[in-house]
């Protein structure tokens, strides 16, 4: 028994001690005269190609630009993500972003509970009432959107554009209205340029492994691909590196999400719908700095600036130049409101 | 959708079952609780990658993923044979050790969270570890029921204290058991891993468990686990058809896994006995 005590007080002592130890990846990144910003990873942390390596990008580029001084925390598995805000909070930071819908209900919490700090969420996940109304965030909680249908509705365009085939693929992750929101842009944009085609769509699974199951997307676009479609654009983590290894085994085309992923499969990906989380993080951090940052809803759309598709000169020879013409003119058209594209399918 | 193109996307599926299925049932059946097989399998899967990439070809990776589940194996054993830990308790301790000891090793070799670079792999049937799998199953019923070590294995699980009575080394039987069954399992993640030419994290997505339910399902026997991990792979195939043609609503069709282990298990385990000393080791 007094073992186990010894060794109880041994432990707590180490954790005591290691209050003072900076982790390595807590550092601070700069110092200016800036605001004082703490973001908080989601699950991947840095080096995801993703959401995190976007936050990253717009956190740096604010502590060039604006003298920022970023704290980075990168969480482990599970519970402690609700600390590393809480941490960043109590340390008094001006604002404190949390990448990752996964954050909403700890920042919506922490928010009330430090109303003089400035509170941002990447890709807030905004609940509904009864009446199926969206409840708004606390005063000081900024939830950044983004219109990620219409990123979704541009790729799909091009897809059925380009793609030579009346059947255009996707695949999601987890069934989910979030993801949804992605195939009703998606399906919306290829029915927009080809009336008469039509979209196999499919989904991972039902948990959140289905974001993590490449085995899994593999086999949903290898079927796709044997039905004779020939582009499919994915929206579902790294279950879409299996949709990218498919699209190589059939020669086919694979559109990437979220970030530009043609480093995944060079040569077959067509485009990525990219969200620009570095803009959105610049965005907040510089809103803060002029004083302008107010909470609620904040989307980011094609008029923003905050969703896209890429065309560089990895993809050129793939987009006749006509066709990009025709992106553009529907980019503009959307940007204008003379064309709605639809969120929910 | 061909009949063939049916069989041969089950077979590819079924394969990271029958695998771990067969490590499964080995290690069950000397009365040690499988609970790891996620976790091999994840290792394995790492380890594929590893080996891939440091040797420079697919065959390094099925070593690379074999030495790794080997050495899980052994940790396991270690834990819940040699030091007598829970078996639960430890089969959890090493899935939660692996899932984060892949993230922080895919971070310092590969310098990305999320995935490792492009591997040298196998396509599609040209992947020996299919094969493998299917030859495997019947090798590791002739094992089990054919002999010696199989009868050995046989008794420390249903009745380690007769066993020890004879003379058996109960202890050194379950771990050779546990060892191998390690390595079994690792080679379906390293399968996951060759066929996609990259290791992806935590990309095993719970396979280890469905393979745990088509040993149960199995009734701890090796052919019948196998028909069980064929039914499951069938199962998502049809899943992954039906979705694509939208006949049905997707949410109904992704249960028909789900709900054919349910049913199948239900039904199936009134009438199985596990092994009787499972999960109970001998007290020494």
Same mark, same amino acid.
């Given at each position: ?7 109880? !007080? ?5 954790? &005591? ?20 910003? %703490? ?16 936050? /990253? ?20 598995? %599970? ?20 990448? %990752? ?25 905004? &609940? ?13 909680? &900024? ?27 996707? !695949? ?30 499919? /989904?991972? %699974? ?103 598709? !890429? /065309? ?34 | ?20 299925? #067969? ?10 609780? +499988? ?31 074999? =030495? ?21 308790? +430890? ?17 310092? =070799? ?44 046989? =008794? ?45 994290? +935590? ?9 745990? #339910? ?61 092994? #009787? ?6 007290? +020494?």
């Amino acid at each position: 028994m007094s073992r186990l005590l010894i060794l109880t !007080v041994a432990l707590f002592l180490l954790h &005591a001690g290691l209050q003072w130890v900076e982790p390595a990846s807590a550092g601070l990144a700069a110092h200016g005269q800036g605001p004082r910003v %703490g973001v908080v990873f989601d699950l991947g942390g840095r080096g995801d190609k993703s959401f995190n390596d976007g936050a /990253y990008v717009g956190a740096m580029r604010a502590v060039k630009a604006l003298g920022a001084q970023v704290r980075f925390v990168e969480p482990g598995e %599970g519970s402690d993500r609700e600390a590393g805000l809480r941490l960043l909070a109590a340390e008094g930071m001006d604002l404190v972003i949390g990448v %990752g819908f996964i954050f909403s209900d700890d920042l919506t919490g922490l928010a009330k509970e430090y109303p003089n700090i400035a509170f941002a969420g990447v890709d807030y996940a905004v &609940a509904l009432d009864g009446q199926g109304q969206p409840i708004q965030p606390p005063p000081n909680l &900024a939830a950044l959107k983004f219109r990620e249908e219409q990123g979704s509705f541009l790729v799909g365009a091009l897809a059925a554009l380009v793609g030579g085939s009346k059947k255009v693929g996707f !695949v999601g992750g987890m069934d989910t209205p979030l993801i949804h929101k992605f195939e009703a842009g998606y399906r919306a944009g290829v029915l927009h340029v080809c009336p008469d085609c039509t979209v196999l769509a499919q /989904y991972a %699974g039902v948990t959140p492994e289905a974001f993590r199951n490449p085995g899994r997307g593999k086999e949903l676009a290898l079927s796709q691909y044997q039905q004779g479609v020939r582009v499919i654009y994915h929206a579902s983590g790294s279950t879409g590196l299996g949709v990218f290894e498919a699209a190589r085994v059939q020669h086919g085309l694979g559109i990437g999400v979220d970030a530009d992923q043609y480093d995944e499969a060079p040569g077959f990906i067509l485009t990525s719908m990219v969200k620009r989380v570095d803009n959105a993080v610049y965005d907040a951090i510089d809103r803060v700095k002029a004083k302008k940052f107010h909470g609620g809803i904040i989307q980011f759309g094609l008029a923003e600036d905050g969703v896209g598709y !890429v /065309y560089d000169a990895h993809n050129r020879a793939l987009i006749p130049s006509q066709v990009h013409d025709r992106l553009e003119q529907l980019k503009a058209d959307i940007v204008a409101g003379r064309l709605q594209v639809p969120s929910t399918r | 959708m061909s009949l063939l193109h049916f069989f041969g996307q089950t077979l590819r599926i079924a394969t990271p079952y029958l695998f771990a299925a #067969a490590g499964g049932a080995l290690a069950e059946r000397a009365g040690v609780v +499988s609970l790891t097989l996620e976790g091999f399998m994840l290792g394995g899967a790492f380890g594929a990658a590893i080996g891939a990439w440091l040797g420079g070809g697919a065959w390094f990776g099925i070593l690379g993923g074999l =030495a790794v589940g080997l050495l899980l194996g052994g940790l396991h054993a270690l834990g819940s044979i040699r030091f007598g830990a829970d078996q639960i308790v +430890s089969g959890v301790a090493i899935n939660l050790l692996v899932v984060g000891a892949t993230r922080f090793a895919l971070q310092l =070799a590969f310098d990305s969270s999320s995935n490792s670079p492009r591997i040298a792999g196998f396509d599609g049937f040209a992947n020996p570890l299919i094969w493998a799998a299917l030859l495997l199953t019947p090798l590791l019923a002739v094992l089990l029921n054919r002999t010696r070590l199989g009868l050995r294995i046989r =008794a420390v699980g249903e009745h380690p204290q007769a066993a020890a009575t004879l003379g058996v080394p109960v202890a050194r039987v379950q771990a050779v058991a546990v060892v191998i069954s390690g390595g079994l399992a690792a080679l379906g993640g390293a399968y996951l891993t060759l066929d996609q030419h990259q290791f992806t994290d +935590s990309m095993t997505a719970g396979r280890g468990f469905i393979a745990l #339910a088509a040993v149960i399902f199995g009734r701890w026997q090796p052919l019948r686990a196998a028909v069980a991990c064929l039914l499951f792979a069938a199962a998502e195939t049809l899943q992954i058809q039906l979705q694509a043609t939208q006949w049905i609503a997707a949410q109904f069709v992704v249960m028909i896994p789900y709900v054919l282990t349910i049913v199948a298990v239900a039904g199936a385990v009134t009438r199985a006995k596990p092994p #009787a000393a499972l999960g109970r080791p001998l007290a +020494s």
